[in-house]
């Protein structure tokens, strides 16, 4: 079996702060750390390698210090690893992110699974991974909390919804999106780290690797334009109305008519 | 000078912070109030290849060096200096011998299990009789036929107990002095070998510490470690290395001590400041902060002479004199700064200042470390 996994070294968000008067990360000297759910994504393809035996492919498009994200993936025990970095590729919005990284996946050839975490904790928005499948032209199933059973040529998946779960079956080669309840990503191992520093090897690819068209690259092939963003006000506390529902209601509508809101 | 960290040893750093914050940390208090071994961590360790990390892959081990193998027993002791020591007593006492002194057959039979974590290692010198004065074994190893007969008692042997594999030191030929000690790999099991109970402890409570008794144990031939009459110098030799084991223990309990004092003294007020805010305390804070930085310098700079394969003996010895100082004057001053709460067993810092006491002890006492320094700053 073979297994892409999709991986994105974001800023630990926990520890970003911002900057009042632009609105924008202060990024400086903040640690980069592998996406979360995109740990989730590899501890499923590792989990599935250790039952099934299965070959999995990390592939980021970033900065080449995107290189330290994949050697850890890595050493948790991901086989090989391939950097998309490129002057090119700089400034891409989701559309520009997924195109690249299908052209990618073209390229490494055939696959049975490809694993994206739900969503980057800095862009936060969840297309990439879908948009990918679409480029593809193949099944997705987003929100993957448990994986029932994987085929030869299908997966049977517990899909997260809101207030509950629906089981998915999909034919392969497919796309899943994994939440953080999927699993508990482990530890790279001692053997693990020095494995990827001394004995693997990260693979870079450029714009001319992948081929495909290049407008649609970057901040080219790029739709979205980002025209401001800012921090969200704090939401003022709320007031909390007790009683029975009627003698609530009735507070309530009092509340209401003396703001002039009915 | 270069005073960074390869990606590679960052990346162990993280790995070592991570483990001790999720898995090291949450038991300490725990197994520090109930003298408990922690056998599930030591097992997490083992997979992970801690228990092997400064060894080669040919021996089991995970080929790492000893400045990533310091900075495991730092990060750990920072959160449990219990866990710390077991782990620096396996890997410098317990398998080191092996690594430097053993036959391919040793090595084989024991180096390539203790690494990867499937035994774990203790180290015997040390009798009633020879503490800082090791030479001075009462134990003896008699030769008979094809086997060693081993009489006498060790005490206060660090794993004693749940040890598999103990290094053990005897006399062989006492009109030899010195030079008529041997060093001998001992399973546990062996008949005639039997732990004393385990010792009531100040600090370092979940370490096991027992006696190591032996009454006409017979030793197989093949188990010397390196030749009859080279048993002193093997163990002084594995505890230079020891020391520096020792000495990162000692800077992760002072870490700890002040990671402690950085947050209480900014979250507790009196005289409506935080305790931060006065200058008596600010000052401690910084002597603190500043003798770790030092004695992180000098127990780095130990891990890496050893891993050139340099002199190190003098500087393991400073490094580790100067951080179980450090580790034992901030402690209790860290006690100080949390006033009548640091004195209660809810807060870590009370734990910190009991186990930080033994690093002036163990692995030679502050005063060897002191004769050791001087005997090479005036050959
Ligand atoms: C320098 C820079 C400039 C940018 N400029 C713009 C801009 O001009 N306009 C704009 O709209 N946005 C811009 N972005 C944001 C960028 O579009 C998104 O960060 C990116 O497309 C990923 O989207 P997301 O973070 O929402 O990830 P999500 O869609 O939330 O991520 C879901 C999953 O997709 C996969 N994934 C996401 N990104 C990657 C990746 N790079 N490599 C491999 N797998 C990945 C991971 O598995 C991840 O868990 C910029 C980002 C950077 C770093
Ligand atoms: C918890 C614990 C774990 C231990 N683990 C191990 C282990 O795993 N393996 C092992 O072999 N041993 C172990 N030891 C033993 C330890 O190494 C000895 O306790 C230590 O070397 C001191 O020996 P002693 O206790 O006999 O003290 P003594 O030698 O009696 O010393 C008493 C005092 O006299 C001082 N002193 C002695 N001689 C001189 C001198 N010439 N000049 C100046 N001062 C001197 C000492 O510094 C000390 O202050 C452990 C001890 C403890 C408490």
Redesign the pocket.
Known sequence: MKIIVCLKQVPNTNEVKIDSKTGTMIREGVPSIINPDDKNALEAALQLKEEKGASITLLTMGPPQADYALREALAMGADRAILLTDRAFAGADTWATSYTLAQAVKKIGQFDIIFCGRQAIDGDTAQVGPELAEHLDIPQVTYVKKILAVEKDKVVVERALEDGYEVVEAQLPVLLTAVKELNTPRYPSAYGIVAAFDEKEVETWTAETIGGNPEKLGLKGSPTQVKRSFAPKAKEAGVIIKGTAKEAVQVLRQELLAKHVL | MDFELTKKQEMFRTLFQEFAEKEVAPKAFEIDENGEFPWDTVKKMGKLGFLGLPFTKEYGGAGADTLTYIMAVEEISRACAATG?ILS?HVS?GCHPIYQFGTPQQKEKYLVPMAKGELLG?????????????AGQQTAAVLDGDAYILNGT???????GCADVYIV?AMTDPAKGLKGISAFIVEKGTPGFTFGPK?H?M??RA?S?TELIFQDCRIPKENLLGKEGDGFKIAMQTLDGGRIGIAAQALGIAQAALDECVRYTKERQQFNKPLSNFQAIQWMIADMATDIDAARFLVYRAAVLKDKKKPFSKEAAMAKLFASEAAMKHTVKAVQIHGGYGYMKEYKVERLMRDAK?TE????????QR?VIAGNTLK
């Open positions: 020591v007593a006492l203790a180290f015997g010198l040390t009798e009633p009789n020879a503490g800082t004065d090791a060790k005490i206060f042997i660090t794993n004693g030191f010792e402890k600090g370092i370490s510490t033994i002890i163990y692995e030679g006492t502050s005063e060897v004769m």
